[in-house]
């Protein structure tokens, strides 16, 4: 059964490494295994993901948020000492609050709204990966099986995460004009959270792991946890970036927003067009490059339209998942323009384009 985990050499695992060399060691896994490193977190911080992918990696991430209780409730349930509960119970206090509307998972549903997400879709946690599931899965699995000193060595990553929070805040408020200082707070108290936790939890598995095979758990549990967390950006770069395969029932774009319903009322109502719409091509139009007159044109049946080259840009983008602001959000960042001001020329083309009927939503 541990042939499973990978294990460190025989003469490294046979040394009592001091509690320094301890450290070191554990540090070093996370210097070369923590998810800063994973392709998916160097595109979300710098700028790279569409709204829509930022969308996915909030959904999904709730998921991890909201069971981070229960795996500190399991791992208080392994804990015969009053003393150390009584450290460890103030986690699950940090995410439940005390008291409805408080505590790091209302927060959290707070980043998830604040990118466009229903709040109840986001609870009834329908549209969450399967991998995302089991991988937090078996961070709670893990921690109610293993010793305590795994259980607690398990939650090292802390040590890491104060860099990547900061690096991720500056990054998501500089390249996203969607997100905002309000929608990001959940990462405030982190700040001091996480170091806290982080530096109860080093020198419990300092002072426990006295022999090597117990050191030689600590690390093996702090190398699992970088693959629970690595793991769940594999996931969500697979669905979601490349190849773009999302699974049956996960989260497709446009669903769970509380735009939802705008489209829906603006058309029942014939209005114009809005930034929550998602245009489409209507059956039988397309767009062709017609190569004889080195231009694109628009085909609908027994008619053609001319189009210029902004025309031609916005309507490459529309495709009846992306919304106006996603388009407008796309181009500004292609163009480096002012996203908003997009917004509002393309609304009028695009309204243009609809009354000809060769745009719906
Ligand atoms: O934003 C991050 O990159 C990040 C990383 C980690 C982590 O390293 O485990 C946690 C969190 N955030 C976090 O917000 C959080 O509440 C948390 C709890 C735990 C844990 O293992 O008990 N890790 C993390």
Known sequence: MNAVFPTPDAADSQRLLSPEELEAALRDIGARRYHNLHP???????????????????????????MIPVKDAAVLARMTDAALRRIWRQRIVDHDGDHEGDGGIERWLKLAEGVGFDRDYVLSTRGI?????????????????????????????EMFSPTIISERVAGMLKNYDFITKDTLAYFDKRLTQAPRDADFALDYVKQHATT??????????????????????????????????????????????????????????????????????????????????????????????????????????????????????????????????????????LDGLAEKRVLER
């Open 40 to 66: 998916f977190h160097r595109l979300l911080h710098d700028g790279k993901l569409s709204k829509d992918q930022v969308r996915a990696w909030a959904l999904n991430r709730y998921y991890y948020q909201a």
């Open 129 to 157: 990966l399967s991998a995302t599931k089991f991988s937090v899965e078996a961070y709670v699995h893990f921690v109610s099986e293993k010793t305590l000193l795994e259980a607690i060595a398990s939650s090292l990553t």
């Open 212 to 349: 090597p095979e117990l050191q030689r758990r600590a690390m093996a549990a702090l190398t699992f946890k970088c693959n629970v967390l690595w793991t769940q950006l594999d996931a969500l770069y697979f669905a979601y970036v490349a190849p773009g395969m999302i699974p049956p029932d996960a989260w497709r774009p446009g669903e769970g927003l509380v735009a939802d319903a705008a489209p829906v009322r603006a058309a029942a109502a014939g209005g114009k067009m809005t930034a929550a719409d998602r245009p489409r091509l209507p059956r039988g139009v397309r767009l062709r490059n017609d190569e004889t007159r080195g231009k694109y044109v628009l085909l609908a049946p027994e008619r053609t339209f001319d189009l210029d080259d902004n025309a031609v840009a916005v309507l490459k983008l529309v495709d009846g998942t992306r919304s106006v602001a996603d388009i407008a959000d796309e181009l500004g960042r292609t163009y480096a323009a002012d996203p908003r001001a997009i917004e509002a020329d393309i609304l009028v083309m």
